[in-house]
């Protein structure tokens, strides 16, 4: 059974830091391309940062500089880094597993910058 499980969400200040980790089971994760998505209340869900299984990144627009996308293939975990935080990035955060085919999504943390 597939299993992605999110961590590390919470309340922060504007200007404050988290970072978010994904768990994953049940797939070989080394091969995987990894990504962190996101969706704010009202709004669609959106890509925020994305890995291949090479450790090439991608990052939205609105992120890039102040979030970092990285993977650690012998804990098949991936992180998200995000530090500059604003009330704009307040949402949930998903993490997904894609290759070919398969197309895994974890269950979300949400993650609320207020002050």
């Known amino acids: 059974q597939v299993q992605l499980v999110e961590s590390g969400g919470g309340l922060v200040q504007p200007g404050g830091s988290l970072t978010l980790s994904c768990a994953a089971s049940g797939i070989i994760f080394s091969i995987y391309a990894m990504g962190w998505y996101r969706q704010a209340p009202g709004k669609q869900r959106e890509l925020v940062a994305t890995?291949?299984?090479?450790?090439?990144?991608n990052y939205a627009d609105s992120v890039k500089g102040r979030f970092t996308i990285s993977r650690d293939n012998a804990k098949n975990t991936v992180y998200l880094q995000m530090n500059s935080l604003q009330p704009e990035d307040t949402a949930v955060y998903y993490c997904?597993?894609?290759?070919?085919?398969?197309?895994?999504w974890g269950q979300g943390t949400q993650v609320t910058v207020s002050s």
């Open positions: 890995i291949t299984r090479g450790g090439s990144t």
């Open positions: 997904r597993a894609t290759i070919i085919q398969y197309d895994y």
